[in-house]
């Protein structure tokens, strides 16, 4: 069976066609993830595949999940894998700073294999906020940056995944990274 009908199936809530959902994506999955890992100046201490694994139950513990076709299941997994580490890089802030646990949707003590540095975890944090920002000015544009820098998707997926041309993509691209620039050298120091 293709990818898209075991998203299909897998949304619906079949459990063998996410096992079987899972298989197919796996190397796909990893690949997302070391690019990710990878992304943050090669920090080697963080773990792919618990990366790969953390991201996946999200995905599959999704209420409602609406995967239209392959590329949309990355870009979602990638924002999965992006909110994975935001999640632990703020858990780290907290505990250093001494402002007991916040609320995160992962366990982060449980997963002693992901060590990120602290300057890593500023810089993270610094473009999610970063981004919030751009995605609460144009939702779209946040959507492209998901699926090219996150996901890594080209022009034409990204443009499958959120069924827009692709002039709007480059436009949305080019746009995005100018603002995501701007606010990053405007934001404070932390």
């Known amino acids: 069976m293709e990818i898209t009908g075991?998203?299909?199936?897998?949304?619906?809530?079949?459990?063998?066609?996410?096992?079987?959902?899972?298989?197919?994506?796996?190397?796909?999955?990893?690949?997302?993830?070391?690019?990710?890992?990878?992304?943050?100046?090669?920090?080697?201490?963080?773990?792919?595949?618990?990366?790969?694994?953390?991201?996946?139950?999200?995905?599959?513990?999704?209420?409602?999940?609406?995967?239209?076709?392959?590329?949309?299941f990355f870009a979602v997994a990638s924002r999965a894998m992006r909110h994975v580490l935001v999640d632990y890089s703020r858990r780290k802030m907290a505990a250093k700073r001494g402002l007991g646990a916040s609320r995160a949707d992962i366990d982060v003590d449980a997963l002693p294999d992901i060590d990120l540095p602290e300057d890593l975890s500023v810089e993270l944090l610094a473009l999610e906020q970063a981004l919030e920002q751009l995605e609460a000015v144009n939702p779209r544009q946040g959507q492209v940056v998901e699926c090219r820098f996150f996901a890594g998707l080209s022009i034409e997926d990204t443009c499958k995944a959120l069924g827009v041309s692709e002039s709007t993509v480059r436009r949305d691209w080019e746009f995005a990274k100018i603002h995501l620039q701007q606010l990053l050298e405007n934001a404070p120091v932390q």
């Open 6 to 72: 075991l998203l299909k199936n897998a949304a619906s809530g079949d459990l063998q066609a996410t096992d079987r959902l899972f298989e197919s994506v796996y190397r796909e999955l990893y690949r997302l993830a070391g690019s990710h890992r990878r992304r943050w100046q090669g920090d080697e201490t963080l773990n792919t595949t618990m990366l790969v694994h953390e991201a996946y139950i999200k995905l599959v513990r999704a209420d409602d999940p609406q995967w239209s076709d392959h590329g949309h």
